[in-house]
């Protein structure tokens, strides 16, 4: 399948007064048409980091070290602010955990909708006027004409995060990034914004990157995985890979200890004895090497590579004894 977004070998590093950390440390993931991607992992992990780098969304603190991002084949992080404006909103749309982050709290809702049309589709006003009162009916705002008027502040938080769903929806984007848009809501409020989205990748054709903390979100919306820990990426693989049987132990840590596609899924990430190293000070070797119940020597010595989609010295090893033991017993059958 042709990829829609390539991201390859991302590294993204900070300058702070305290010296400079990498957040981002080589992050290679794709994305196909329609396609649903989870990114999940601890706060600090790197998530938004690597979603505001790819939407060229970061801030003068922040700098795009290597590696290359590929939306349809073309290179983002080399587009000019020309292309950049006509790529975002039409093609590329982010929503934020804080809708008021994408919204501005000083222009009215019914120009914030107009205006995204007009400049990328080239609508005329009255025509934009239609489809902004449009949008809003069908992202539930009720008596969407008159809110046109309204200013974001009158919008509750459930309400803010369906306007900036209809502005995302509003050019059928071809991806929609997606960072912890539901974790500010209430449970009902979350199953609609959920709802939105499932509605913008089945009719629209979408593709979703979706960062949550909610393990049960992404297992029910997304087709695979991303784990991310201290700015890699530690595992990946399908839902049912991820959460039928997890390799890694940082993963298996998130799940719980006995993963289950039937039982129930933790909704929150549990909380896994230690913390993160602090991005300046990691130590050499693997950076969950401190907290894992595995760790061996060659763990705190060498940083393992993403290899079969888990970064994980004695993943790796567990999977490569059992295919040769696999091998084995197939030649000892066949014979
Ligand atoms: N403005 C900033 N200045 C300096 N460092 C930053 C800044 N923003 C992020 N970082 C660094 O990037 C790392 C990754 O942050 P990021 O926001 O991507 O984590 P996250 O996985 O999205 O976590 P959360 O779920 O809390 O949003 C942080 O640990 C921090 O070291």
């Not at 649903?36 to 600090?44: D, Q």
Request: charged letters at 25%; hydrophobic letters at 40%.
């Amino acid at each position: 399948m042709d990829a829609l977004l390539d991201v390859d070998d991302l590294v993204v590093r900070f300058a702070t007064p305290n010296g400079d950390h990498t957040a981002v440390r080589g992050v290679s993931f794709s994305v196909a048409a329609g396609e649903r991607l989870g990114i999940v992992g601890e706060s600090g992990s790197g998530k938004s980091v690597t979603a505001q780098a790819l939407m060229r969304l970061l801030g003068p603190a922040a700098t795009v070290e290597a590696g290359a991002v590929r939306f349809e084949g073309r290179d983002v992080l080399g587009f000019s602010k020309d292309e950049l404006r006509r790529w975002r909103g039409a093609q590329a749309a982010m929503v934020f955990q804080d809708p008021l982050s994408s919204l501005n709290p000083l222009v009215r809702i019914g120009r914030q909708v107009t205006e995204t049309l007009r400049e990328h589709l080239g609508t005329d006003r009255r025509t934009a006027v239609a489809r902004a009162v449009e949008l809003l009916s069908e992202v539930g705002i009720p008596d969407a004409p008159a809110r046109l008027r309204d200013y974001p502040m009158t919008f509750s938080g459930g309400m803010r995060q369906r306007v900036a769903i209809a502005i995302a929806a509003s050019c059928s984007p071809k991806l929609l990034i997606a960072d912890e848009p539901t974790t500010a809501l209430d449970v009902t409020v979350q199953a609609q914004v959920l709802d939105l989205m499932d509605r913008m990748t089945s009719e629209l054709g979408t593709a979703v990157i979706l960062i949550s903390h909610d393990l049960g979100v992404v297992s029910t919306f997304c087709d695979r995985v991303l784990v991310m820990y201290a700015g890699r990426v530690v595992e990946s693989g399908t839902i049912e890979e991820i959460v039928g049987a997890p390799r890694h132990p940082y993963t298996r840590a998130l799940l719980g200890s006995i993963p289950s596609m039937t039982g129930p899924l933790p909704r929150r990430l549990p909380s896994i004895p230690g913390s993160p190293p602090q991005a300046g000070t990691r130590p050499p070797g693997c950076s969950f090497a401190s907290r894992c119940p595995l760790a061996e020597d060659v763990c705190h010595e060498a940083d393992p590579p993403l290899t079969g989609g888990v970064a994980c010295h004695v993943a790796t090893r567990e999977i490569a004894t059992r295919d040769t033991r696999e091998i084995a017993t197939r030649e000892e059958n066949g014979r």
